[in-house]
């Protein structure tokens, strides 16, 4: 019963998220190619406090990809995608509320640095 509950919450949770999003989108888009902010040429970006972004994993080669804080970079706050699907429809929404810059990075786990090494950005937070 509790736990029914605690789903329901969830979901009205989920459900109060605009469904049409002003997000910035930032592209996992290989372990050649590393990040990219939709639209631009670049990983990094400048976003007002309390805004978002939605990572998505357009990879074509169908890897896994995840967007993380990179660690010991003390951003104001650490966040972590769950792993994404290379599938443009799965977009992870990240809201960021504390000014700072973040350094992210992708790494589906602490062992795996090679996707570390190319896919990387900043998101500076004003
Ligand atoms: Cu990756």
């Known amino acids: 019963m509790r736990r029914l509950l605690l789903l329901l919450m969830l979901g009205a949770l989920v459900s109060c998220q605009p469904s049409s999003s002003s997000c910035v989108v930032i592209e996992a888009l290989g372990i050649d190619r590393g990040f990219r902010v939709q639209g631009t040429n670049s990983a990094d970006v400048t976003i007002r406090q309390g805004g978002c972004i939605e990572f998505v994993n357009v990879d074509p080669t169908g890897t896994l990809h995840l967007a993380q804080t990179k660690p010991n970079s003390g951003p104001p706050k650490d966040f972590s995608t769950p792993n994404l699907l290379p599938?443009?429809?799965?977009?992870?929404?990240?809201?960021?509320?504390?000014?700072?810059?973040?350094?992210?990075?992708?790494?589906?786990?602490?062992?795996?640095?090679?996707?570390?090494?190319?896919?990387?950005?900043?998101?500076?937070?004003?």
């Open 87 to 126: 599938d443009p429809t799965q977009k992870e929404r990240v809201v960021l509320n504390l000014a700072g810059e973040y350094e992210y990075i992708c790494s589906l786990n602490t062992g795996n640095v090679v996707h570390a090494r190319t896919m990387y950005g900043k998101i500076t937070v004003r």
